[in-house]
């Protein structure tokens, strides 16, 4: 049995999406954001020194970090999900991988930490912008016309960049980036999502 330490309102909601679309049997253990300070409880940090989630736990191992999660979880559940290794699809899907924490995670913390700051953050915001502007743009050029990355179907690749084209869509950028749109609609859309959001509360 898979265990999920899932935190509400986090880039753990991909965890528990990808668990409802390869259908394997899980349990969540749920966390909440302290409702003042919207930080993870510190009873995670009874879980992992680090104190965040996602983590996992699978034969008796615990793992932490998003892209590993779900690299290990595709691998050994849904092998269609990630692209045949020595393909040009395959150097792709790890480049994705890593970008979708790596970089384009980057611009989008900042906007929001340095958002806290007020007129103090304000020199930084036009730089802030062009570098969102920047990811999703790269973002959009790269949805394929399937609506998905890398593969015509769902991959793993779909699942790390769920997140960070649907801050993009928070952020109302809908008619500057059409392709991420379409995407983030279409994932919505899918039954698996809507479990996902319905046990998780987004």
Known sequence: ????????????????WLLEEIGQPYDVIPYERDKQTNLAPPEL???????KSPMVEM????????????ELLCARFAPQMIPDIGSDDYV??????????????T?????LYVG????????????????????????DSLVRPSGHFVQDDLSAADIMLSFPAE??????????FPNLAGFVDGIHARPAYQRATEKGLG
Do not use: C, W
């Open 116 to 139: 806290r700051l007020g007129e103090a953050g304000a020199p930084l915001h036009p730089r802030i912008t062009a570098e969102l502007d920047s990811h999703y743009r790269y973002m």
């Open 45 to 51: 940090r009874a879980v992992h020194p680090l104190g």
């Open 1 to 16: 049995m898979i265990k999920l330490h899932h935190l509400n309102r986090s880039r753990s909601h991909r965890i528990l």
């Open 167 to 176: 801050i993009a869509m928070m952020q109302k950028r809908q008619k500057d």
């Open 92 to 105: 792709q899907h790890l480049e994705l991988m890593h970008f979708a924490e790596g970089s384009a995670m």
């Open 107 to 111: 611009p989008i913390l900042l906007n």
């Open 59 to 70: 034969d008796g191992r615990l793992i932490a970090e998003s892209a590993a999660i779900v």
